[in-house]
DNA sequence: ATTTAGCACTCAATTGGGGAGAGTGCTAAC
DNA sequence: GTTAGCACTCTCCCCAATTGAGTGCTAAAT
């Protein structure tokens, strides 16, 4: 689709007061705020076309004009720059990154504080796979007979613990020799590598110990399947109630409904299209109740490779530069803070 | 105060029907669904008494009446029975209760999401303090140097990791070894106790490896005072949204901002009386958001000391009976449920 | 060939009655 | 003490009229 300047001028204009007011806008006050030089009049032939092209539309005959979802992929593809971040919001990035952050878990946290109370609209995190990143350190301990825990601490710093049923006559001794093995074992590398190694390798190990060894079977079992999926972390929530298009309240708790799902947080977060910041806009969005909202992602990296995602959901009507600038610069100081973890 | 058997009948119709109806009720209704034998004309004279007694009021000259928080009070002190559980629903809650429980941790989410769901209002659950509980088992390991990941899991099923910096020249052998100590010597203690019995005698058993004492003295300061919080599950939030005193989106929003704080939710829960159920209606709450909500509490045991609350929190207009019985069943159920853990 | 001014037109939002309905309080009779 | 009757007071809803914002079209101006 092709726009002559002054086409995009107007849409860009629509588009910028809609999100600023989210009131229709008239041709008046294009003329008056955005000094296009010229009257209302040559706007409103204008905007005759760009609505007939499907870019903008019109809420009722006597309204302004508000932008379509294709309006707004228009302005985020071709004519949105990216905002330039404000000193102090940098800096209150950076005194966020200070905190003393042991754990994964923290930097997840802080990564969507920070971004729902800037963005001011709802934060998603997705903490690194566990199956991809490698094991330092996994530890058996017996609770009481017939019970164990086992705690697994990755690369990433991500900290697992999971209860579970074992065989009544396994001593801590059994125990910590079973910690001690897969550590020496399986000690960097990648939990989804385990399963193919484990079979060929540890089996020949372990045969002499019978006993211990289906409970290795179930603990692999339980940690590659159980626990594989992705922490999601739901941030600014409440944000979402200051958008004048969410003061109806079955609305809101259509979208509140979805967010609980975690499952569907991993989805939105997961198709990521790639290296990109990735726009998902209203109609783009494959769950009806989200279709008035907008998703910004991007990944985050460890060693040059994806690990994560975080994303904001606002309103389509939403303010996408400056959105997809704190996105991209979240993702790059989350990627270094991984890194020094 | 002291009412006459026809006025706590009339009391006890209006706010039974307005719970059920959320409308003010007129004399008319009252004479024709509770049959008191009375005309209209009749109960209009009592509901001007018990106007004046401030136990009802009118919203408006030409409406019906409502109850007022003194007059939900005296319902609630007075008249109110305790509803009888539905068998179906103690069907569900002894399935709820049968799926695989390991830690505490599955315990309380099981809690709160049944108690949502049955009474359809807000649950609230306040898991044991750690202090309290006695600790069955500790366990330093070691991340890297200068970090060490201790785990800590309490005879009340909870289990607690955190990360500590440690000095760069303890080796594993030197946590293990503390491990054992503190096992040794701290099984079975609440850990409440431990700063006294650590000053005491454990400075004297540990004065040989002076290195790991300076750990064990940060260790314990972590333990009890960072993680000394209870944690607090809350669940059915969005059951809120279902009642139509909060149609409004900024009522709304007050609320969830104020149950977003984890210590007011503590707070909540923790001013329970004593041993009966507690029963907070409408201004009795201090939280001003809160004003038109009422909580009901009850607490948990193990071994007949108090380890925990749980509550629910709906309107005013709320089922009173219905959810003092669910709440009081499940804190039963929840107390035997521990004890097995 | 654009651009602009002017004007008629449309439609949502607001305003202001005018019942209808629900419920009350009071009075007088039972 | 209870009840029937009745005037009165509100809210709610519907309807019509008005207002105002904004448009599209046409004809004139550049």
Redesign the interface.
């Known amino acids: 689709m092709k726009l002559d300047a002054r086409k995009q001028k107007v849409l860009e204009a629509i588009v910028i007061d809609y999100i600023a007011t989210a009131e229709p806008v008239g041709s008046r006050t294009i003329a008056r705020k955005y000094n296009l030089g010229v009257s209302p009049a040559t706007i409103r032939n204008e905007m005759a076309d760009l609505e007939e092209m499907g870019l903008i539309e019109q809420p009722h005959t006597s309204a302004g004009r508000i932008p379509s979802d294709t309006g707004y992929r228009y302005y985020v593809d071709c004519l949105m720059k990216r905002a330039i971040i404000a000193e102090e919001v940098q800096a209150l990035i950076e005194r966020a990154f200070q905190t003393k952050i042991?754990?994964l878990e923290d930097l997840i946290q802080i990564v969507g504080k920070v971004l729902s109370q800037i963005t001011n609209y709802t934060a998603l995190v997705l903490a690194p796979q566990i199956g991809k990143s490698t094991l330092?350190?996994i530890?058996l301990?017996?609770?009481?007979p017939g019970?164990a825990?086992v705690?697994i601490?990755t690369d990433s710093g991500r900290?697992e613990?999971k209860?579970?049923?074992i065989p009544e006559n396994l001593t801590k001794e059994d125990l910590e020799l079973v910690s001690k093995i897969l550590n020496d074992k399986f000690k960097g590398i990648s939990l989804n590598e385990w399963k193919q190694i484990m079979l060929r390798d540890l089996y020949s190990q372990l045969i002499t110990q019978k006993k211990v060894l289906t409970l290795i079977l179930e603990l692999i079992d339980t940690i590659l399947t159980v626990d594989n999926e992705d922490k999601v972390y739901l941030g600014g929530t409440?944000n979402i109630?200051n958008q004048p298009e969410?003061?109806?309240?079955?609305k809101?708790?259509n979208l509140?409904?979805l967010l609980?799902k975690e499952d569907v947080l991993r989805e939105l977060l997961k198709d990521n299209s790639g290296d990109e910041v990735t726009v998902r806009i209203g109609t783009e969005n494959k769950y009806e109740v989200m279709q008035d909202c907008s998703i910004i992602t991007a990944t985050y990296r460890l060693n040059g490779e994806v690990i994560g995602t975080i994303g904001v959901l606002g309103p389509t009507r939403m303010h996408y530069s400056k959105a997809v600038s704190i996105v991209e610069y979240l993702t790059q100081v989350l990627s270094l803070s991984i890194k020094k973890l």
């Open positions: 042991k754990q330092q350190l530890q301990m017996l609770i009481e019970k825990l705690v601490v900290i613990n209860v579970l049923e409440l109630l969410f003061k109806d309240v079955t809101v708790r509140f409904e609980e």
